[in-house]
Each structure stands twice: as C-alpha cells, then as structure tokens.
C-alpha cells in the first residue's frame, strides 16, 4: 500500500529564511508526486509535481522539490520565503495511475513570522 | 479558463438529513475525483467518476455516493448524516490522460456542518 509521510506537523520560520518541508513516501508502483498548498478556507492549488525525469522540479512562487528515490523522499524547499507564503503544505503520492485517488500526508503548517 | 466550481460553499445540515454537493470541472476535463477534509483524519479520498462510470473507490460507508452527467459535472450524496460527517468536502477535476497523471486541479471545497 501506497502511503506519505510529512515529518513536521509545523514548520516557523523568519522571513526570508530559507525552508524545506520533509515528506517521505512509499510506493510499490511508479511514482508520481505532487505538493500543494492550501491557504485558509480555500482549497488545494498545486505547488508542482513530479512524473518522471529531472529528480529537480521547479514549481510555483519560487518553490522546488528534489525526487530522491533511494531514500524515498520529496522535500520541498524555498530560498527566501514570505509572509504570504503562510499556509498548510500537503505531500501526494498518486495511488492509482490516474484514476484520481490521491494520497496525502498529513500536512505541514508553514508559519513566516516578521 | 474557469477553475472547478463546488457549490454551495457552506451547509448546515440536521442528523439523520441528507445533502447533495455539486462540482463542475474545468472544461474538457472528464474527471472529476472527491475528497473529505477533516482535521483528525486529514484528507481522504471517496471516490473518482470518469465519463459517467465510478474508477476509483475510498473507504467510505455506503452511506457516501456519487455520480456523474454527460457534461462531466459530477455531484456526491451522503445519505443519514451524522456529526462526524461535518468537513470540507474537495473536488478535483483532471484530463484522463492513459497511464500519467495529469495533475488534478481542486475547486475551493463545500464546507459541510452537520448539527
């Protein structure tokens, strides 16, 4: 069975710091792998993916993610992050080959103070 | 280009009702895939329609159902809801490309009370 771990429930951090998210996987099958965000009372919008190729993907709002399979891993990171960049964080693992079954970590609560 | 679009954005339902929630796709897209949000069990996928048919199927009780039209709007029912059914409910819509994942692009989710 397919599963995502995210290993910080929280991340603070000041702004303009740099930052990575940590997500680890597990999957017998291919592996494609999604970020998204999601800010308050809305919903999912997608950070950037991973389905083959380049291990170093370049997403949205300056964040990338690096495709390690030996370790399983799919750390999001930015250089220099903002005030708005505030949100929950969610790693995916498509469970399916496209048949829409998602499966999420449990989130990560990026928080950029002043 | 629309995005997907759920509606309603918020509901307040009694125990023992019933609640129908819709979601429209972004055009050509003719899936259409459901997801509970909540805060203890995080988000869970239900169930994913691609022209008309059910592909996919989560852990749900029966109690949960879906369908989808020709124009590849799709709506979910929950039938006898409980407390534990308050959550966002999330729709995401995608192109059927055979084999990759296209990626799946979420409406903004109706938020369900359920009182």
């Known amino acids: 069975a397919q599963s995502v771990t995210q290993l910080d429930s929280q991340v603070p951090v000041f702004e303009e710091a740099p930052v990575e998210l940590r997500c680890n996987y597990s999957s017998s099958v291919s592996v494609y792998l999604f970020w998204y965000v999601q800010y308050p009372n809305q919903g999912l919008q997608l950070l950037l993916k991973?389905?083959?190729?380049?291990?170093l993907v370049k997403g949205i709002n300056g964040f990338e993610a690096e495709f390690n399979k030996s370790q399983t891993s799919f750390h999001l990171r930015k250089p220099s992050v903002h005030i708005s960049d505030t949100a929950e964080y969610f790693c995916a693992v498509d469970g399916s080959g496209n048949t829409g079954k998602l499966i999420f970590g449990q989130g990560t609560t990026l928080q950029v103070k002043p | 280009k629309a995005g997907v679009t759920q509606t309603p954005r918020y509901l307040i339902k009694t125990r023992g009702q019933q609640v129908t929630l819709s979601c429209s796709p972004i055009?050509?897209?003719?899936?259409v895939s459901w997801y509970q949000q909540t805060p203890g069990q995080g988000l869970q996928f239900l169930f994913e329609?691609?022209?008309?048919?059910?592909?996919n199927k989560g852990n749900f009780p029966g109690r949960f159902s879906g369908r989808q039209f020709s124009n590849s709007r799709s709506e979910m029912n929950v039938s006898t809801l409980e407390l534990g059914d308050s959550a966002l409910y999330l729709c995401?819509?995608?192109?059927?490309?055979?084999?990759?994942?296209?990626?799946?692009?979420f409406g903004s989710g109706t938020r369900l009370t359920v009182v």
């Open positions: 329609y691609f022209s008309e048919t059910q592909r």
């Open positions: 991973y389905l083959s190729g380049s291990t």
């Open positions: 995401a819509s995608s192109l059927p490309v055979t084999g990759v994942p296209y990626g799946y692009t």
């Open positions: 055009s050509g897209h003719r899936s």
